[in-house]
C-alpha cells in the first residue's frame, strides 16, 4: 500500500505545473498507469480523494487510464503487449526484451482553471 | 477564468529516479557497489547479511543502510559485527525512497567497496523504487513457498538476482526448489540464481564471489568511462 507515497509524489509535480501556469485552479488530472507498475487504481483513487481536500485540486476529477505492458524485442524486433510479466519473446525467444510501456505512473494531462 | 489543458507526460516518480541516479553515479565513481536486497519479512535479509558481511570482512570494506518501520534492531545487529550501519525508521512507510538514501551517502566512509541496503520487509511497494543500486537481489525463503514469484512479479521482474534462503528447511517443506525458480526464469531469464542457507552457511561464498565480480565490473566500467 503505497498509493499515499505516490499521490504525495504526484502532487508535487501537480503543484509545480500550476505554479507554472499561474493556475488558479487544478479540476482535472489524468494519469496513465501501466497494468504492471504496481498500483492499484481503485487505492491510487482513494488516496486522491483524501489527499487533494485543502489543496489547488480539492475540485479535481480523476481520469486513469490502464496501458498494458509493451516489450520490444531487440533481437526480432517484435513488439509485444501483454497483461503479465514474461519476459521471453514468444515469436524468436530471446530474453534481450526492451520495456516500452507499462511499469509506470504518468502524469499525462491537467486542465486547470486560470 | 480561462481553461488551459496542459501535456504533462511525466513519471510521477521521475524525482526518485533521478535522486537515484545521482546516488549510482556518486558511488559508482567512488568505487562503491550498492545492493538492494528486497522481500518479504522475516525471509533472513538480516542473518544473510551477517554472513555477508562475515565474509567479506575484513578485506572488503562495506556498509549497511538498514530500512524498517520501526527499532534499531537490524543496525544494532550489523554494527556488532564492526560495520558502519545506519537505521531508517520510516515510522509506517512500507518501502525506502532514493531521498531516504541520499542523505546517509556523506556518512559512508571513504574506501567503502560495497553499501548493501536492506529494504522495508515488504515484496510489493519496494519494487517500485530505485534506491541508486547496481544490483537488486530478491530474497525468497523456502517457508513461504515456491509459488511467490508469479503472484509478486514486479519484485522478481526488476532484480538482478533471486536468492532462496533457508534452504537447511527444504527437508522438512512442501517447497518445489525447481518450481520456484522456472517461475521466477519465466518472468525474468536474466535472473542469477544462489540457494543459500544462512544458519549452515551455505552458499554464500558463491554469493560473495558474485558480489566481488560484479564490483569488479564496475570498477572496470568506471576507469574506462
Same mark, same amino acid.
Given at each position: 500500500m503505497h498509493e499515499l507515497s505516490i499521490v504525495t509524489s504526484l502532487f508535487e509535480v501537480l503543484e509545480e505545473k500550476a505554479r507554472e501556469n499561474k493556475a488558479?485552479?487544478?479540476v482535472g488530472v489524468k494519469l496513465k498507469l +501501466?497494468?504492471? $507498475?504496481?498500483?492499484?487504481p481503485e487505492l491510487l483513487r482513494t488516496a486522491f480523494d483524501t489527499y487533494?481536500? +485543502?489543496?489547488? $485540486?480539492?475540485?479535481a476529477t480523476l481520469e486513469i487510464e490502464e496501458v498494458p505492458l509493451k516489450l520490444r524485442c531487440r533481437k526480432c524486433g517484435a513488439v509485444i503487449e501483454r497483461d503479465?510479466?514474461?519476459?521471453?519473446?514468444?515469436?524468436?525467444?530471446?530474453?534481450?526484451l526492451e520495456i516500452l510501456e507499462g511499469m509506470d505512473l504518468l502524469l499525462d494531462k491537467l486542465d486547470l482553471e486560470i | 477564468m480561462t481553461k488551459k489543458e496542459v501535456i504533462v507526460r511525466e513519471e510521477i516518480l521521475g524525482t526518485n529516479k533521478k535522486v537515484a541516479a545521482e546516488i549510482r553515479e556518486k558511488l559508482g565513481s567512488a568505487g562503491v557497489l550498492t545492493v538492494n536486497l528486497l522481500s518479504s519479512?522475516?525471509?533472513g535479509k538480516t542473518t544473510l547479511l551477517e554472513r555477508i558481511v562475515e565474509a567479506l570482512r575484513p578485506d572488503h570494506p562495506l556498509a549497511v543502510i538498514e530500512g524498517d518501520i520501526e527499532t534499531e534492531r537490524d543496525a544494532d545487529r550489523i554494527r556488532r559485527k564492526g560495520v558502519p550501519a545506519w537505521q531508517i525508521t520510516?515510522?509506517?512507510?512500507?518501502h525506502l525512497e532514493a531521498k531516504m538514501v541520499g542523505k546517509l551517502i556523506?556518512?559512508?566512509?571513504?574506501?567503502?567497496e560495497f553499501l548493501f541496503i536492506e529494504n522495508v520487509?515488504?515484496?510489493?511497494?519496494?519494487?517500485?523504487?530505485?534506491?541508486?543500486?547496481?544490483l537488486r537481489c530478491v530474497l525468497l525463503s523456502?517457508?513461504?513457498?515456491?509459488?511467490k514469484p508469479k503472484k509478486y512479479p514486479k519484485a522478481f521482474a526488476g532484480a538482478d538476482c533471486l536468492i532462496i534462503t533457508k534452504s537447511d528447511l527444504f527437508p522438512y517443506l512442501p517447497f518445489d526448489q525447481e518450481k520456484a525458480e522456472e517461475e521466477a526464469l519465466e518472468i525474468n531469464p536474466r535472473l542469477r540464481v544462489f540457494i543459500t542457507s544462512a544458519l549452515k552457511g551455505k552458499g554464500v561464498a558463491e554469493l560473495v564471489e558474485y558480489l566481488i565480480e560484479r564490483r569488479a565490473e564496475l570498477v572496470g566500467s568506471k576507469r574506462h568511462a
Open positions: 488558479a485552479k487544478v +501501466g497494468k504492471l $507498475a504496481g498500483v492499484v487533494k481536500q +485543502g489543496t489547488i $485540486a480539492a475540485e503479465e510479466f514474461v519476459l521471453v519473446c514468444p515469436s524468436c525467444g530471446s530474453t534481450e | 519479512p522475516g525471509s520510516t515510522g509506517g512507510a512500507c556523506p556518512e559512508v566512509p571513504s574506501g567503502t520487509g515488504n515484496l510489493v511497494c519496494p519494487a517500485s523504487y530505485d534506491l541508486g543500486e547496481n523456502a517457508p513461504e513457498g515456491d509459488d
